[in-house]
Every structure is written in C-alpha cells, then in structure tokens.
C-alpha cells in the first residue's frame, strides 16, 4: 500500500504538469512569437512576485519583439497577448469592438459589486443603460457648468498653500482633497471643503480604502477563479457601503424636502421615476452605488494622479513653467475676470504640458479586452476567451513615435506634432466606445487647478527628490501610482 502512494505521488504531479501545460505550444502553432513559459507560472512569475509591474512587463515584451505586430505570452497556463501595431490596435477598440466588448478584467458580481457594475466590465443593454448616466452627465452643457464648481475647489486649494507659504507641501495629499471637493459639488452637490475638514466621510471612508490589495488586481487578469474563493475586490466593503448609504441619503432628502438639481443624482431620480412609470425595473440600491463610485473613481483617482504629475513635470521643467505662465497671462486667465469653459479649452500650450505629462506618466500601463468571438487580427485569429494586452507605457515611450522618449517635451503635441503622430499611439483615456467617460471633467479639473495655482505661484521641488520624474510605485501592478509622497514648495509671485 505504501508503495503504491509512493508512485502515485508522482503520478498526479505528471497528470497535473501535462494538463497544465498543454496549451504552451499555442502560439508556437499558430506561428506567433511569444516568449517561452517556464511552469506553473507561463511568462508572469516576476509580475506576481512583484519584481515587475505589468507596464514594465508589457514593455519588455513589446522591445524583444520589435518586428512583430502581436506577441505571445501565458498568463500562468492561459496563451494571452501583446498587440505592438497600431493598426490592430485600432481595430480591437473601434472595428471588432463587438468582438472585444469588455475588459480582460473579470469582475464577479457576487464578490465585488462595484466593479461588475462598471461600464468597462459591462456589455449589451446593461452597459448602453450604465454609460448612458455618465454620457449625461458629462454633456457640453454640464461641463461649462460645473466650471464655478471647479474654481471654487480650485480656489480652497490656492488659500491653503497660501496659509502654508515656506513649508514643503505633501502635493499628492492636497490634489487628493482638491479632486474629492471638485466632485462631490459637480456630481452630488455637497461640500466637503476637504482642505478644512481633511476628516471629512469623502476623504476619510474612499480615499484611503478605495482599492484592496495588489494580488486581487492580479487575480483578476491571471486567476479570476481565486478571487471566487478569497473573495478579493477592488472596492473594499466599507467603501461600497458608504456610497451605497450616499445614494440612498440624497434621493430621500431631496424627495422629502421638494429640492432638485442639476447633477448625476437629479439624473438616477429621473431615470427611477421613469422606469416605475412605464413598467420598468429602476435602478436599485447595488447599481445606483455602482454608479456613484464610478463617477468618484473617474473624477478623483485620475484628477490627483494626473495632477500631482503635471506640478511635478513643471517643478522640474521651470522653463516650461515660465511658459506656461505667460500664456495664462496673455490670455487673461484670471478667476476674478470669470474663467470660462471655452477659454479654459483654447490654451494650446497648457493642453501639451498635459497631453506631454500624461505620455510620461500615463494613469494606467496597459489597456485590456477580452475577446468574446473568434476574431481574425491581422494575420492571427484570436480565439474567444483570449485576453489582449495594450501596452500604454511601451507605445508613449517608443522612440519611433516619440524622438528622445525620456524628455519632457511639451512642443511634441503642438498641432503640427500631433498631425504627425501616428493614431493610436496616445491614448491616455483609451479610444473607442469603452473611452473614460470622465475624460472631459478630468482635463477640465485639473486644467483649472493648473491655472490657479501656475499664475500665484513658482512650484519648485523639495530636496527630497532627485529625480526629474516621478518614480513609479514596484508594488502597483496596474495604476501607475507614485513610489512616494510628492512635495514640493510654492513661492508667491
């Protein structure tokens, strides 16, 4: 009997290193370049280890392979890919985007609501209804009036660094407070006043509990199946069960006490009423959290993020910031002469410090699908169920498309640059129907900020920070988080 165990030990290790490897010749059949996979772990071991983030795993696929328009890799067991050509791109996230629906993320309902109820990871009639809320709630019209909204926030940003003249500021901190503020009066109507009341629920049940752990990020990507038995989230509990007390709190008080606005809550109210009134079912508690939290993410994560960078980039580009400075006082960007919406969108070199900082430092490193039809791309036919990878960090980085990829370059996105620039190789905010739909608050926030705090103050940085360029954080596998806290100085002009 003994000796039986003793041979079907390395029996069952046999069958589950055979059946585990099966599908390693995928790419090898079909004639793809790929890089070859070691078990259990395919081509990602220094990913889950944490020894590589996804962006620098991406990238290094996309260098070795330089004469390819896809290349092979194995998500432990699983053939998935990196797309290097522009033109599949295109074709992935506009021509077959029926064919790559969703992202390659793959949210469970049951475990982690929030997430399965964002539009990225929504398809059909569900996803048309969800991004039809945040379309309307970003229209043309609503953008030139959440602008006081804006300036205000922006406003309580510049007196609290005025009150803090001479000492290093924790910037990261403070764009943080500036982005919470700027949303919750656009999108709910509430003031928070971060900057004064940092203890404030916004600030003290999301920021710092928004996202969980690392390995349920990857999970997501490479082993959805353990996230089922662990039960990882992006969206910790207690952050669901704020906005979920949020949404319910406002709907009441505003039909209790006959009031309205015109925000992203007036819209779900709407939407309820109308539903009940033609036989449908309206939005329910779960979903209308969703939606809160998605708007939140997109207008906060992304504004402090983008914006923590962009003073960075002109704390230690202080000629691009002399520049910039002089074109907002050409224009007379001044909040006491009312700043407009359509002056704020027609300041050509504040959009390419932007659009040059955020090539640098792109919020996440690779965009994701999950092909959901047998799809021919190119010369490869890509079979249902493969997750595609998009490489952000390896594309904005590419010296063919960006001469001298390492400079802070604004002058690259002038108008004559970017009629040069072949599409598809800048994408910040993705492209196609699955595009962030909070594109146009985020650059409107944080274009206003900018010029609040560029035409008050000279940003320099502490001494702290060696670098030119923030350095990205090893542990964050998919946003591109900074490794530390930001600080810097603001001297009044």
Same mark, same amino acid.
């Given at each position: ?52 983030? =996804? ?18 890799? &194995?998500?432990?067991? #699983? ?14 996230? %506009? ?5 790559? $629906? ?52 922006? /406003? ?6 005025? *009150? ?23 999108? &709910? ?8 009341? $940092? ?16 390995? !349920? ?18 969206? !910790? ?53 969703? +939606? ?7 207008? #906060? ?10 003073? &960075? ?20 960007? /001044? ?18 410090? =932007? ?7 792109? #919020? %996440? ?6 092909? +959901? +039809? ?70 409107? !926030? ?12 000279? %940003? ?8 030119? &360029? ?20 603001? *001297?009044?002009?």
């Amino acid at each position: 009997m003994f000796l039986e165990l003793l041979l079907l030990v390395p029996g069952i290790w046999l069958f589950v290193y055979f059946w585990w490897t099966r599908n390693y010749d995928h790419w090898l059949k079909k004639g793809i370049p790929y890089e070859k996979p070691t078990f259990p772990y395919g081509n990602i071991k220094d990913v889950i280890y944490v020894k590589e983030t =996804l962006g620098d795993f991406t990238k290094r696929l996309y260098n070795n392979f330089p004469n390819s328009k896809i290349v092979g890799f &194995y998500g432990l067991r #699983t053939p998935m890919a990196v797309v290097r050509d522009p033109d599949i791109m295109k074709d992935i996230l %506009i021509k077959e985007f029926n064919s790559f $629906p969703i992202t390659a993320f793959e949210f469970n309902k049951n475990v982690d609501p929030m997430m399965a109820l964002n539009p990225f990871g929504l398809s059909g009639d569900k996803w048309k209804l969800f991004r039809s809320f945040h379309s309307q709630a970003h229209t043309l019209a609503r953008l030139k009036g959440m602008v006081p909204a804006i300036a205000k926030s922006a /406003s309580n940003f510049l007196q609290h660094i005025r *009150q803090n003249i001479g000492e290093e500021l924790n910037v990261r901190e403070l764009t943080r407070y500036f982005a919470v503020d700027a949303v919750a009066s656009c999108a &709910y109507t509430t003031e928070c006043n971060s900057f004064v009341n $940092p203890d404030n629920p916004f600030v003290k049940e999301t920021m710092d509990r928004m996202f969980t752990s690392n390995p !349920s990020i990857l999970a997501l990507l490479f082993a959805p199946w353990w996230n089922l038995f662990s039960r990882g989230r992006l969206v !910790s509990p207690v952050v669901e069960k704020f906005f979920k007390e949020l949404g319910t709190t406002l709907i009441a008080h505003r039909k209790n006490n006959n009031l309205m606005s015109n925000d992203l809550i007036q819209l779900i109210i709407s939407h309820n009423e109308k539903a009940v009134k033609e036989g449908n079912k309206p939005l329910d508690e779960t979903e209308l959290a969703a +939606t809160l939290v998605t708007v939140f993410l997109d207008g #906060t994560e992304t504004v402090s993020l983008v914006l923590t960078n962009v003073l &960075y980039l002109l704390a230690s580009h202080p000629e691009v910031q002399s520049k910039l400075r002089q074109e907002l006082v050409n224009a007379d960007c /001044s909040f006491e002469n009312d700043l407009a919406f359509d002056k704020i969108n027609n300041l050509e070199y504040l959009d390419m410090v =932007l659009q040059e900082t955020l090539r640098i430092h792109p #919020t %996440i490193y690779v965009i994701t699908r999950l092909c +959901t +039809t047998d799809t021919q791309l190119g010369e490869c036919k890509i079979e249902k169920g493969t997750k595609i990878f998009i490489p952000l960090t390896a594309l904005t980085t590419d010296p063919m498309y960006f001469p001298e990829p390492d400079k802070f370059i604004p002058e690259r996105f002038s108008k004559e640059g970017r009629e040069k620039l072949p599409k598809f190789t800048h994408m910040p905010f993705g492209e196609g129907p699955k595009s962030c739909v909070g594109m146009k608050y985020a650059v409107l !926030s944080i274009k206003t900020a900018l010029i609040n705090l560029v035409l008050n103050f000279n %940003i320099s940085l502490s001494p702290r920070h060696k670098s030119k &360029y923030v350095l990205p954080d090893p542990n964050s596998s998919f946003v591109c988080w900074p490794k530390d806290d930001t600080y810097m100085k603001f *001297q009044p002009i």
